[in-house]
């Protein structure tokens, strides 16, 4: 059979990511004194993983360009921020200007401009730059199974509607975006989360999950690589291949 070696050199191109794959890598906050726990990236990591992105001859897209049907580069990476902390501003936005890089904040409206959160005027002047989409992680950051578990389904539901509708409006009067992608708080998410979601208005919604966002993915649970301080040399490069967290090879 003379087409059994050719099927077998057409599965062995299919076994790796595919083309469309995209890693999305999610960070919380950063430190010049170096990394304080699990979702605190020191800026010396920070900067050496985006001059492994660019030396890699991976290209940064923008976040919506995975959902708006845009052809992507062929190693095409994206970068999220959640939480609005002001290190995002101090430490992270610096280096992304340096390369060029865009990135997503998915920011809780009603936290920012208090304490070690961003201001209005931070993220108005990173959005200039053209770089930065602000974009909605509901209103309050609430675990949703706990509030769930607390309320009545319709007293749950009332909720909902307001986490997920109340931080888009602001946003989009604050700072004239779309707000229309979602990031879950924890990455909790399930069918009726997403569905609500959907009615809100998102045309997207980011989880966590370690694995790479591919073409077929649920657009509403997109997975994204959560990224540690340990995430250097072979480590990020395998975030950066799409190679599933916790995957031999
Ligand atoms: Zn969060």
Do not use: C
């Amino acid at each position: 059979m003379r087409l059994i070696p050719a099927l077998l050199i057409l599965l062995a191109f299919a076994v790796p990511a595919r083309a469309e794959d995209v890693s999305v890598l999610a960070y919380h906050r950063f430190n010049p004194a170096g990394s304080t726990g699990a979702t605190t990236v020191s800026t010396r990591v920070f900067a050496a993983q985006m001059d492994r992105i660019a030396e890699s001859g991976f290209t940064v897209v923008p976040l919506r360009a995975l959902l708006d049907g845009s052809v992507l580069p062929p190693h095409a990476v994206a970068i999220t921020a959640d939480d609005g902390h002001r290190s995002v501003y101090t430490e992270m936005f610096p280096i992304l200007r340096r390369h060029g890089f865009a990135a997503t904040l998915f920011l809780n409206p009603p936290g920012l401009d208090h304490g070690s959160y961003l201001r209005w005027a931070e993220i108005a002047e990173m959005q200039a730059s053209g770089l930065i989409d602000p974009e909605p992680h509901t209103t309050s950051h609430l675990n949703f199974n706990t509030e769930r578990a607390r309320r009545t389904p319709e007293a749950f539901a009332a909720l909902l509607r307001h986490e997920l509708a109340d931080p888009r409006a602001i946003l989009a009067s604050r700072l004239g975006t779309r707000a229309d992608i979602l990031a879950w708080p924890f990455g909790i998410h399930d069918d009726a989360l997403e569905a609500a979601a959907r009615e809100a208005g998102y045309i997207a919604a980011f989880a966590l999950g370690g694995r790479a966002a591919s073409a077929g993915a649920p657009a509403f649970a997109v997975p994204r690589y959560q990224v540690y301080e340990t995430d250097v040399g072979v480590r990020f490069d395998r975030v950066l291949a799409g190679i599933p967290r916790g995957q031999a090879k």
